[in-house]
């Protein structure tokens, strides 16, 4: 059962007042506030990553006289076995604290329809006299912001699940040069990994392929990027990404030169990187997948009396 809120307003929170110092003579008008952007509770707690202050006129109710800090219903992934999807979650518990201007929250929300998964965000907003409105950023929130990470990937890039992890958490954070850095390192140290899972897949899909010695010889390459050059034939069908080879894809994002590309720039790469790896991955399992589903059929029909 959700724990009782306590009400809370505006006017709860103790202005903040600075002590008196020596200065220039007093203006005429007041300093204006740095400009930020706003979203309402619900977008906030969705959309925006820890760390990134914004505005969030909602964040008690309307944002003056209000009963207290806003929990909407949020649409959120969850990754319970039941679900596997977006679902709606809903707030269980609410805890805040409040000072002189900031207001500390802690709010837990639950999935709606397996009721296991839980999300956990802690919260810190301020307001002043001046700037009348609440001014909201994250700690941090459990699970880590940002889309699933699926099973498939994991699977596939197996030993280096914590880079991948970092690099996801650099990205989420707009730091582009340290999710390049990660992403590129996960990728380079489980090569031997990801073409050993393409041989096993094309060895099932399409027996006899020329591609599989080529893949075979690539895993004598120290770097990624060369083993991706020597590599000649075509893939099969089933594992283009919009009739483009995916190895390709990630060997033309990884080769830019680190130090040729701002941080934005690195950032975008990082993008591209892990966009195209989550989709090689599902490509990989559906591939197996079919094949297995054919295979059974094969069976049962060519077991079948006449």
Request: with cysteine; hydrophobic share 35%; glycine share 6%.
């Amino acid at each position: 059962m959700a724990d009782k809120i306590p009400r809370l307003t505006l006017s709860d929170v103790e202005p903040y007042e600075p002590p008196t110092m020596p200065g220039p003579p007093t203006m005429t008008e007041p300093p204006k506030e740095p400009e930020v952007v706003e979203y309402d509770m619900k977008s906030f707690l969705e959309k925006v990553p820890p760390g990134k202050e914004v505005v969030v006129p909602d964040f008690v109710g309307n944002g003056s006289d209000i009963q207290t800090v806003h929990n909407p219903r949020l649409d959120l992934y969850c990754s319970n076995e039941r679900c596997r999807g977006m679902r709606f979650f809903e707030a269980i518990h609410n805890h805040f604290t409040q000072g002189k201007a900031q207001i500390n929250s802690h709010i837990s929300y639950q999935c709606n329809n397996c009721g296991a998964s839980v999300k956990v965000y802690s919260i810190r907003a301020t307001s002043t006299p001046a700037f009348r409105k609440w001014k909201v950023i994250k700690y941090g929130e459990i699970p880590s912001f940002g889309p699933p990470t699926p099973s498939k990937v994991t699977n596939l890039i197996k030993g280096e699940r914590n880079l991948l992890m970092l690099g996801r958490r650099c990205e989420n954070q707009g730091m582009g040069i340290g999710a390049f850095v990660y992403y590129r390192r996960v990728i380079e140290s489980q090569k031997n990994r990801i073409l050993d899972k393409m041989i096993s897949v094309i060895e099932k899909v399409s027996p006899g392929n020329e591609v599989i010695d080529e893949l075979k010889a690539a895993k004598e390459e120290v770097q990624f990027t060369k083993a991706v050059e020597s590599i000649k034939k075509g893939l099969p069908d089933s594992l283009l990404i919009n009739n483009h080879n995916p190895l390709t894809l990630l060997h033309r994002a990884l080769s830019a030169g680190l130090h040729e590309h701002d941080d934005a720039k690195c950032l975008e790469l990082a993008n591209d990187v892990r966009v195209v790896l989550f989709e090689f991955a599902e490509r990989l399992g559906q591939a197996l997948k079919e094949n297995a589903d054919l295979n059974r059929a094969i069976t049962r029909l060519t077991n079948k009396k006449e």
